[in-house]
């Protein structure tokens, strides 16, 4: 800006005086003598205040003006004068809108204008009384394409922003959702895991004395929930590996196979366990399948964690549109103990249930009861990550009732 300023004020200053300059004839017009040197200083103030004109576009423009009428008011030409006007318009027309821009400038030509016609050498017509209007309208003009062409530059990069901060945020929603998708798996896997060990050990170790054989088997139990354990969690993990040369990383989807398995290994630990089935059995999409195992397989950790001596009833019904899953139990203590623990179990349910827009409901039942209902939808549409995602309909709206117990 220094630079510039500084190249304005040499014009200006050095066409002032050579404009001046007596020996110089204009269309017959002789001026007689040359202004005194301090006289120069109209057009240097008004040429300088373009170092503000940045800030004070407005105040410097009307400084240019009053610098060009003075010089004119001494009888002097204003063609030099009016340079420092020109760049402080151009500014002026960035820094404001085109009407407030033009209804300034035109007030400053007209003053200017008037002065150079009454006092000026050349009159209203003649000199730089016609060329100043084009000239003025020409900065004008040229300020007002520079704004709307930086207006639409920032508007441009604020849609860029917004464009990439949302893609952002919707990576960031991905990573998480998957984020607590892994987590829920690692949690039913763990806690399942970890309960039928639990209770197998407690079997081994009491019958380790007096029934050796029925110990070797709890043992050969506790290997087999480990060996079955770790599988799961290596299909887990596996997911959250990059994919090696021909390396299948897909997660194993449980069927109806596996859930009769999972009671058959509960019922043989000693949580005396029952599958009943209803309706014409088919294989549902492989994310109601999946949430089918994880559900029975949570709801039956957490009786064999928090209910005494429980016996529970898995119930499946199949229905056209949608499959019903339902985990009962009795116990011989009372449902108060059911509310030990954080409640992280049934949080996970809900989760779940709610990813495929289903219904949800766990709640005491009766006295010395707790029941886990869950109805899932059947229809599904396959999603980019190769997982199942509900897509709701009129009759399955995704809504989750009060858990009315927490463990």
Do not use: C
Not at 31 to 53: D, E, K, R
Not at 134 to 145: D, H, I, K, T
Not at 290 to 302: C, M, S
Not at 344 to 350: A, V
């Amino acid at each position: 800006m220094q630079v510039g300023t500084g190249f304005v004020v040499i014009l200006t200053v050095v066409g002032a005086w050579v404009e001046a300059h007596p020996q110089n004839h204009y269309a017959g017009l002789h001026l007689v003598s040359q202004p005194p040197l301090v006289a120069f200083m109209i057009p240097l103030a008004g040429s300088l205040a373009l170092l503000f004109v940045r800030k004070h576009s407005e105040v410097v423009f009307l400084i240019t003006v009053l610098a060009a009428i003075g010089w004119s008011i001494l009888g002097q030409l204003n063609g030099a004068t009016l340079v420092p006007i020109l760049v402080a318009g151009f500014w002026m027309a960035q820094e404001h809108n085109w009407r407030r821009a033009a209804l300034v400038g035109l007030a400053g030509t007209v003053a200017l204008w008037t002065v150079n016609g009454a006092l000026g050498p050349f009159g209203f017509i003649g000199g730089p009384g016609l060329t100043m209007w084009p000239e003025m309208v020409a900065a004008l003009a040229l300020g007002s394409v520079v704004s709307a062409r930086h207006l639409w530059r920032d508007e441009a990069q604020a849609r860029q922003r917004d464009a990439e901060r949302a893609r952002e945020e919707e990576i960031h929603l991905i990573i998480n959702q998957e984020r607590m998708r892994i987590a829920r798996e690692l949690h039913d896997i763990v806690a399942h895991t970890m309960a039928m060990i639990n209770i197998q050990a407690s079997a081994a170790q009491l019958l380790l004395d007096n029934d050796p054989s029925s110990a070797s088997a709890a043992i050969s139990e506790i290997r087999s929930a480990s060996k079955s354990g770790l599988q799961e969690l290596r299909s887990i993990l596996a997911i959250m590996r990059p994919s090696g040369h021909g390396e299948a990383h897909g997660e194993v989807v449980p069927d109806l196979s596996a859930i009769q398995r999972l009671v058959k290994d509960w019922d043989q630990a000693g949580v005396p366990t029952t599958l009943v089935l209803n309706g014409d059995i088919f294989e549902p999409p492989a994310a109601v399948s999946l949430a089918t195992y994880r559900i029975i397989q949570e709801a039956i950790t957490n009786v064999a964690r928090h209910a005494e001596k429980p016996t529970t009833i898995v119930t499946l019904t199949y229905d056209p549109t949608s499959l019903t899953v339902e985990v009962r139990n009795t116990t011989n203590s009372p449902v108060s103990v059911f509310r030990d623990g954080t409640g992280s179990g049934l949080i996970g349910i809900q989760e779940r249930v709610r990813a495929l827009s289903g219904v949800f409901r766990a709640a005491p039942v009766g006295d010395r009861g707790f029941q886990v209902k869950a109805v899932l939808p059947l229809t599904t549409e396959r999603i980019s990550d190769g997982q199942q995602r509900s897509e709701p309909s009129e009759t399955s709206q995704a809504r989750t009732n009060d858990i009315d117990g927490n463990r």
